[in-house]
DNA sequence: CTTAAATGTAAAGTTCACTTTACGTTAAGT
DNA sequence: ACTTAACGTAAAGTGAACTTTACATTTAAG
């Protein structure tokens, strides 16, 4: 099971942030390229990103993928 | 595009592993919880790992998924 | 040399990340 | 109150991650 923390740090930069429309959910997802269902699929949690996509967002955050996504051990 | 190191790093745990039976291509899929087929198609670049898989892998290496798979961005 | 473990290859099937489209709700400025 | 940007939801489609099965090749050890 994977938690992450893209809402909160997508929120926090749009608060930030000089040029907001950079951390809208749609100014993000163009940077990433991909859609805005994507980003707000991650968000909710419903699904995890590709290895590729948590690299492009590290990247955009300016952060280790470890400080995005959480990693838990299953409960079996 | 990653690249990844998972094949030198496993072969390098065979030789200094005691267990080295735990770092055989079907050792080190059964801990993971996957085939060994996607171990084969993950040293061979065929395709990348989920992140969920990525975080399992880092963890088995007690490394960081900075340190065995590598973004680099796509030449346009 | 022989045998068995380890590795490689190939191909069809399943699941889920991600897209596309379309419409509904909320928030904030004027 | 009106408008509009931002956010949310839903559902069908595509492609890639991962499985399953089966067989072939390499490597190491007796």
């Known amino acids: 099971m994977i938690v992450n923390k893209l809402k909160d740090l997508r929120e926090k ?3 930030q ?11 993000l997802a163009k940077r990433l390229g991909v859609t805005r269902q994507t980003i707000i699929s991650m968000e909710k949690g419903t699904y995890n990103p590709s290895l590729v996509l948590a690299f492009k967002i590290a990247h955009e955050f300016g952060m280790a993928i470890e400080d995005i996504f959480e990693y838990r ?3 079996k």
């Open 17 to 27: 942030s000089v040029r907001s429309e950079d951390w809208t959910q749609e100014g």
């Open 13 to 15: 930069m749009l608060k």
């Open 73 to 75: 051990a299953e409960k």
